[in-house]
Every structure is written in structure tokens, then in C-alpha cells.
């Protein structure tokens, strides 16, 4: 029988705190509305020693309404405290409490307590952490189930888990938890995530810009997330709502598009030039945080699949860590281009090769790469091209991908 109890643990995003654990900075996690920052939290603290004092404040229960300014909730962390002993301090939805920051920045002086933050994006970005604690934090941005957490999910919490079943759910229904907990099927899982859309427009974005075009914003949002693999612009974008009867200015669509970006909705992946490492700021394109987004506003197109295996791709690498572009070099198309510290890999995604055409730019692409770092192509079922080229080009299927430990 499947386990329901707990949380999983998420262990790359737990992992990703311990180098910061004790440094004398707030901990601060960020990431898209429902992926799991209150829960991984959850499990960090149960992970810790006994002997550690952790004191865990929720702002969203009742409990804790009485904490309504800085001074209630600084004296009521120091009632908490044990003075002789390890202390750590959890806060979820750090900004209900107006000028929170100050008493989090006495706490960091005095050396009071590890600390440990998340705040929602209506009210709180990630960029203005460090104007509110004037540099004394650390960003853990997480992401949506990754396809490896999806089947421990499965297993966890459903039972068996057969891998090739779980990636074409995780294809059509993205990574978000609660999906995965309760085992929703796939209309009831698109609803809920639409649902988490809506939520982050109305309350991340609307509220916290005073947007008054919300129709506008909803176009931006639907004609991004139909370019999901492909090359685009601000505008492009533009130009295909004017050209479709919306009267708009260049300066909204901008706004907009970063406002999109702020909720953690879509992420624009620039195009890094191979040979020169220089940024090219004219060709960019962006993916959607959870693949889901695009089908709750779109539905699931079967004729997208190459840029659906490119957003997961994408996401699968910025989930572990790396700073993830698309690529170009002599003309020439890398679909992702991915770097951490001194690691760099290379990924052309395709659903099939249809002709000899198609192999050769495939490879070729990477094979005009002149460097020793792994460079693969990605087929949803690699068949019999599975292997190593000659020329050192990995070829395998999207699921032996995602479930690599290494690259």
C-alpha cells in the first residue's frame, strides 16, 4: 500500500540550503505560487536534531493574527528562543506582518537564530529582498516538480510507479504537488492548475501593479506561452496583438511581459553567442515555469511536443542548479546551452529525426562546437540512434535524460 502520510522530501532543493545553513543570513525561499516552498521548509525543519529549537510561524493561521506588527513578532520570536541552544526561526508568508523586516534585521545583528523566509509574490519580489534586508539574505529559488520527484511522488503516495506512464502524465499535467498527491486525473489537474494561474495574475500581478488591462494581460500571457520553443520578441508580440485588433503600445507589452516574469509565470532564456560568451539581447525565448501553464491556457497541442521536451529540458537544468540560455554559434542553433560553475552542457531536443536533414543539423549543430564538454540530442524514444557518435555527441531518449544523476 502506498505511503499517504509526510511530505517527500525534495532533496535538491534541500540540498541547496545546507551550504547556507548557520552563515548569519536570512534564508529566503522564492519560486511560482503551489510549488512547494511552505513544504520544503516542512521538511528541512524535520530533518534538523532534535536538540535544535526550531520555531515555526505560520502567518496564514489564525493563531498567529495577533502577530501584527514588527515589535509583537520580534518579542514573540524572543520569548521562543532557548539561550543556550541552537536556534532556528521558520516564517511563512513573512510580509503579512507590516515592517517585518526590522525585526528580522535585529534578529540577523544579534546573531539571534538561523533564519528562514518565504513571502508571496503580491506582495514581496525576490529582487527587493536585499533593499529589505540590506544584502544579509540568500535566495533558494525552486521550481515546480522536476519528472525524477514526480515518480517518487507516484510511488509515495499512488503506489507503483511505471516511469514511462509517469513522464507522459508529467507531459500533460506539469509538476506541480498537489497534482501528484492526490492523484488527479488530467482534466481535473488542468483545472486546478488554471486555477493557480488565475491566482498569481489576479494577486501577483493586478493587485500588486494595479493592471487595469487584464484582458491585455491575459493575450501577452497566452500568445508567450504558444511560442514555447520557438525564437521571439517584445516586438514580435506586439505586432501579432496589433495585427489581431488589440489596441496596444510597445511600453505595455514590455511591462507586461516583465510582470509575467516577477510572478515566476514565464522565464526568458536569452541567447548566449557560443564563441564570443556575449549575450545576444535581440533573440530570446521564453518557456513557462511548469509546462501545465501552457496547456491550462492554451490546451495541450500533441503538434508542440518538440518545444514541450525543450521547456522540460530547460526547466530539469534550471532546477538543478544551472544558468540555462539557448545558444548560437556561427549561425548555427543550440537549443539550450546550460552552465554551473565550471560545467557546461549542450542539448538539441527533437521529437523524431524525419529525414538524413534532420540528423545532420541535429548533430551537426553540436558538432561545430569546438570544446569537451557533453553535448547531447535528445529524441523523445532515441531507438536504435541510443549511443556516443564518434564525435562524442550523446544521443538518448528524453526519459534517460531527465533521469540522468550527472551530465
Known sequence: MPDKSGLVSRKRYLDSLTPFKG???AKVVTGVRRCGKSSLLDTFADALPKN??????????????????????????NSQ????GENVLIIDEVQDVPEWELAVRDLIAKGACDIYLTGSNSKLLS??????????HDLIHIMPLSFSECVEF???????????????????????????????????????????VDSSINNDIVVRYNV???????????????????????????????????????A?????????????????????DIRGREILSANYKYFVTDLAIKHALIGYRPEDTPGHMENIIFTELMGR????????????????????????????????????????????????????????????????YRGITAKGIICCGLREFLEKRTY
Open 212 to 250: 487595469r488591462n487584464v484582458d491585455l494581460l491575459n493575450r501577452i500571457l497566452k500568445t508567450v506561452v504558444s511560442t514555447v520553443g520557438s525564437y521571439v520578441s517584445a516586438l514580435n508580440i506586439y505586432n501579432t496583438l496589433v495585427s489581431g485588433g488589440m489596441s496596444v503600445s510597445k
Open 154 to 196: 507516484q510511488e509515495r503516495y499512488s503506489g507503483a510507479a511505471d516511469p514511462d506512464q509517469v513522464l507522459q502524465r508529467f507531459i500533460r499535467v506539469g509538476g506541480f504537488p498537489i497534482l501528484w498527491r492526490y492523484g488527479q486525473d488530467v482534466d481535473s489537474a488542468i483545472k486546478t492548475v488554471r486555477t493557480i
Open 23 to 25: 552563515n548569519g543570513n
Open 81 to 84: 528562543l532557548e539561550p543556550s
Open 321 to 384: 542548479g544551472y544558468k540555462v540560455h539557448v545558444g548560437r554559434a556561427d549561425g548555427k542553433e543550440v537549443d539550450i546551452v546550460a552552465d554551473k560553475g565550471d560545467e557546461r552542457v549542450y542539448v538539441q531536443a527533437c521529437m523524431a529525426f524525419g529525414s538524413e536533414d534532420t540528423i545532420r543539423r541535429e548533430f551537426g549543430n553540436l558538432e561545430a562546437i569546438e570544446d569537451n564538454f557533453p553535448k547531447y540530442v535528445v529524441l523523445m524514444d532515441a531507438g536504435p
Open 127 to 136: 529582487s527587493e529582498y536585499s533593499s529589505y534586508l540590506g544584502g544579509r
Open 252 to 272: 505595455a507589452v514590455y511591462d507586461y511581459l516583465g510582470y509575467l516574469e516577477a510572478a515566476n509565470l514565464i522565464i526568458k532564456a536569452e541567447t548566449l
Open 52 to 77: 535544535v529549537n526550531v520555531i515555526k510561524i505560520k502567518m496564514e493561521f489564525a493563531e498567529n493574527r495577533g502577530l501584527s506588527t514588527w515589535e509583537k513578532l520580534l518579542d514573540h520570536v
